[in-house]
C-alpha cells in the first residue's frame, strides 16, 4: 500500500493528475488479482486540508505496441544461432580481426610513407637548380701561369694554372709563418691546378688574381694578400681561400662541385 499526504493547495494539481491517469483504462500484460480495490483520491476541505492518496497496486502494464529492432543483418552468420555458445567461434572472429587490424596498419604506413616521401622530394633541389650545382671546365683553354674566372653558385671561381716555379715556391713554404696553416699538397689534387673560391675571408670582396705581394690573389678593400696556393699570407683576412670539391674525369677537364 502507498499513501501520500499533504496540504491541498500544495499537492492539488499533482493529484488530480493521479486521478486522471489511474482513471484510464489500460491493457495488463500478466493479469493479476487487486487485493483491496483501486485507487482512490480523497480531498477534504479547501486551503490547509490535506489530502490523501492511497491504493493497491497487483497489475503490471506496459506498451505492446513498440517493435524490437532486427539487428540479424549486423550479426555475423557464426553467432545467430542462440543455442550455440560464441566461444566455439571466437578463434575464427579473432583471426578475422587480427587480418583486418593488419591490412589497416599496411595501408596506413605505407600512406605516411608516401606522404612523406612527397613531403621531403617537395624541398629538394629541382632539375634546373641541380644543373647549376655542377660546372664542367675544360682545361684546355686556360693557358700556364694565367688565372681565369667561372661563376659557380653565384660566386666566383678562380682556376690557376701554375708554372713550375710557383708549385716549386708554394711546396716550400714554412708551415709556422702561415696565418691559416695548410700544406700545399692538401690543397690541390693536380700541382698544376689550382682551384678556389674567390671570395675574401675577410669581408666577402672579391681578389685580383695574379697581383699582391706574393703573386697569387690581393683584395684591395682591406689589403689582404694571398699566395699562388689561396693561401692568407698578409691583411686581415683570417682564413685561406676556400677551396671546394672538384675532381678530374680527364687530364683536360675539372668537374666542380
Known sequence: MVSLAGPSGFLSPY????KFLLSRQVKAVVPAAVSSGH??????????DSALFSGHFGVRYAHTDIRIPDFSDYRRHEVMDPKKSAQDSSETRRAFSYLVTASTAVVGVYA?????????????ASADVLALSKIEIKLSDIPEGKN???KWRGKPLFVRHRTEKEITTEASVDLSELRDPQHDKDRVLNPSWVIVIGVCT??????????????GYYCPCHGSHYDASGRI????APL??????????????VIVG
Request: glycine share 10%; aromatic share 10%; net charge neutral.
Open 15 to 18: 493529484l488530480h493528475t493521479a
Open 148 to 150: 681565369m674566372t667561372f
Open 112 to 124: 605516411a610513407k608516401t606522404v612523406v616521401t612527397q613531403f621531403v622530394s617537395s624541398m629538394s
Open 202 to 215: 675577410h669581408l666577402g670582396c672579391v681578389p685580383i688574381a695574379n697581383a699582391g705581394d706574393y703573386g
Open 39 to 48: 485507487a482512490a483520491v480523497k480531498q477534504r476541505g479547501s486551503s490547509g
Open 233 to 236: 699570407r698578409k691583411g686581415p
Open 240 to 253: 685561406n681561400l676556400e677551396v671546394p670539391y672538384y675532381e678530374f674525369p680527364d687530364e683536360n677537364t
